[in-house]
């Protein structure tokens, strides 16, 4: 059995979604409810794979909010993420990806070192990022979307905003050895790690938002920002496509400006209908279908029977480990999203 940890994207969205769920005395509750709410195990997945084979599976709500990353609830916001890894461990499951912050708040304030949750010795072979599958599938729409733009990817600069980060460092190799892109900008604050990530890329410039946006022909959004800015006042490109992979969205506002298209990045969609109700819960357009790339990585390691952490600390990601959930992905009915 597979799992999926996630978590809503503000408290506004889950006193939202409590109103519709019918929990009519949580929707008016604030963050210190939110912060005590245990892990709910709220819904119980079947997929079925293009080659025919049938997996199960339960979706894991941590409840964690990304309100709690201020400095006065961050204890809550490591509890949300290590009570809902005992959840799923102790139900049985054998691979369950962490969802959205979830691995960012793992690695952010380094839970390996906290294995024991009350009765329960967390076996971190049993969780996988997700983040493989979904710097590949985030490559992928670069590669399949640009030309639908008219935008030829061997002139094309690309920019990566989160250029560091573990999805952003995995596209940068991947743009930078399987694509002949002309140009790579590197955008995070962090200048020693972006540094870094150009010595050991041998190129990309490293620039600042205001000054890369109005240069680049696509832009990739993987930073892992818990609002969304609003770039609205930078001029951009025409054409211009802008990959938005942040969960919470990294971009506020809806773009006005001519010849920009937004793409929704890091999200696949089924050949078959999937049956749950939680892609409902986060505005996906086709919740049957459409899913977060990094659950979509867990559903495939159980298809492979690979019950392994595939996706595992940070800026490890290799090429062809995003090769090998690539061909696993294709081979089990999961498309790139496409559609603006
Ligand atoms: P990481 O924490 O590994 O990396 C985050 C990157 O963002 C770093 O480069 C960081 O660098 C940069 N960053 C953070 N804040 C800012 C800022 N204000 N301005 C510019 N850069 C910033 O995160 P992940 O790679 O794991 O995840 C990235 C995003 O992808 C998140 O939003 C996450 O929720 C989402 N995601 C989507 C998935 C999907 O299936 N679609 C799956 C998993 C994650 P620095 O701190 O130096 O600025």
Request: aromatic share 8%; hydrophobic share 40%.
């Amino acid at each position: 059995m597979f799992g999926l940890i996630g978590h809503l994207t503000s408290l506004e969205h889950a006193q939202r979604v409590a109103q519709r769920l019918g929990y009519s005395e949580y929707s008016d509750q604030g963050l210190d409810f939110w912060c005590a709410a245990p892990p709910q195990l709220v819904d119980d997945i079947t997929v079925t794979s293009a080659t025919g084979q049938t997996i199960y599976g339960k979706y894991v709500e941590s409840c964690f909010l990304p309100e709690m990353l201020s400095q006065r609830r961050i204890k809550a916001a490591i509890r949300k993420i290590l009570n809902a890894m005992a959840a799923a461990q102790k139900n049985g499951i054998q691979i369950t990806a962490l969802g959205g912050f979830s691995s960012i708040v793992f690695e952010n304030f380094s839970l390996k070192n906290q294995q024991r949750v009350r009765d329960v010795e967390l076996d971190y072979s049993r969780f996988t990022t997700g983040n493989t599958h979904t710097a590949y599938i985030i490559c992928r729409q670069v590669e399949q979307a640009a030309p639908k733009l008219g935008i030829d990817l061997s002139q094309a600069t690309v920019a990566v905003c989160g250029a560091t980060g573990d999805i952003g460092s995995a596209v940068c190799r991947w743009l930078d050895r399987q694509t002949d892109v002309q140009d790579l900008l590197l955008i995070a604050r962090n200048q020693e790690r972006l540094q870094n990530l150009q010595a050991e890329l041998g190129r990309g410039k490293i620039l600042g938002l205001e000054e890369a946006l109005p240069q680049a022909d696509i832009v990739v959004w993987v930073a892992s920002m818990p609002r969304g800015v609003d770039i609205s006042q930078i001029p951009l490109r025409n054409p211009c496509l802008l990959i938005d992979g942040g969960y919470p969205k990294n971009l506020d506002a809806k773009m006005q400006q001519p010849g920009v298209c937004v793409l929704k990045g890091g999200i696949v969609e089924h050949a078959l209908d999937i049956d749950w109700q939680i892609m409902e819960l986060v505005n996906m357009d086709v919740p049957g279908r459409q899913l977060f790339a990094c659950f979509a990585e867990a559903m495939l390691l159980e298809f492979e029977q690979l019950w392994t952490n595939f996706s595992w600390g940070r800026n490890q990601i290799t090429v062809e480990k995003m090769e090998q959930i690539g061909t696993a992905s294709c081979k089990h009915g999961f498309q790139p999203l496409l559609s603006f």
